[in-house]
């Protein structure tokens, strides 16, 4: 069966944070630390396509992850569990994603 492709985007809830983490808290450092090994673990299933942040100089820039999944309601729980979103660093929407081209792509 042929995964579908979809991606969220998520925007940071605190700008400053997503901007600089000198001021991180334990809290924080550990929702990144989540944030990474959801998306890790997803990664080592063959099931991300592309991930990353904006660069903006404010901080607010979106963040999106594009990723593979069976079905929309598996990607519907992929997205509600990013660590990111359940521990409120972000904000986020989900959407379907269609004909992503990379390098790999035929």
């Known amino acids: 069966m042929e995964k579908l492709h979809f991606m969220y985007v998520m925007r ?3 700008p400053a944070k997503a901007l ?3 001021g991180w808290t334990e809290y924080d450092h550990e ?3 989540l944030h990474m090994a959801h998306l890790n ?8 396509v592309l991930a990353g942040r904006t660069l903006d100089p404010g901080g607010d820039g979106p ?3 594009v990723f593979k999944a069976e079905s929309a309601e598996k990607a519907q729980r992929f997205f ?3 660590p990111f979103i359940t521990r409120g660093f972000c904000t986020a929407t989900l959407h379907p994603f269609s004909n992503p081209i990379t390098k790999d792509s035929e």
């Open 31 to 33: 929702t990144f630390d």
């Open 20 to 22: 600089n983490r000198d």
């Open 41 to 48: 673990g997803a990664l080592a299933a063959g099931n991300i």
């Open 63 to 65: 963040a999106i992850v």
């Open 12 to 14: 940071p809830t605190d």
């Open 80 to 82: 509600e569990a990013e």
